[in-house]
DNA sequence: AGCCTGACTTTGT
DNA sequence: GACAAAGCCAGGC
């Protein structure tokens, strides 16, 4: 694991609170997935200074298609790169369908080559 | 105000 | 190494 960002309560200072709190500052995360990369919540949570609450990045991810920019949250897997929130979308294979699209394979709903296509925010972002 | 529920993760058995 | 348990905390009721 990358850096750990000290924990604390608060966020990061430097930054920009998003005007809807929680939701939109993770939405601003996964927006930022490159094409054909993946992330987790955990690297999300760590990322946003709460790092022991990676269940709210998903629970932002259930409320994410009432988000006004697209939120491609089908990058966003656990962290054995498992896509456990597939039934969460219209249909079941459509996460599975979006990953392969960006030439992200799935086996068995586990993302082949997770590690390196892993993206981490708290490295590729930094703070 | 209080209780329940997670698209998670870590830790202990 | 599989399984259970427990923290985590914002929302919904």
Redesign the pocket.
Known sequence: MPVKLKTT?NRLQNRQPSSH???ADVYDVVRQIPRGRVT???AIAVFLG?A????????A??A?HEAFTEVP?HR?V??NGML??KH??KTPSLMEELLLAEDIVIIEEIVQNFKEKFWDPSVEIGM
Do not use: E, I, K, Q
């Not at 022991?52 to 629970?59: D, K, T």
């Open positions: 309560n709190g929680f939701f987790t919540y955990g709460t022991l609450s990676a269940r709210m990045v998903g629970w991810m259930n994410s949250a966003v656990n962290r456990t929130g969460h979308f």
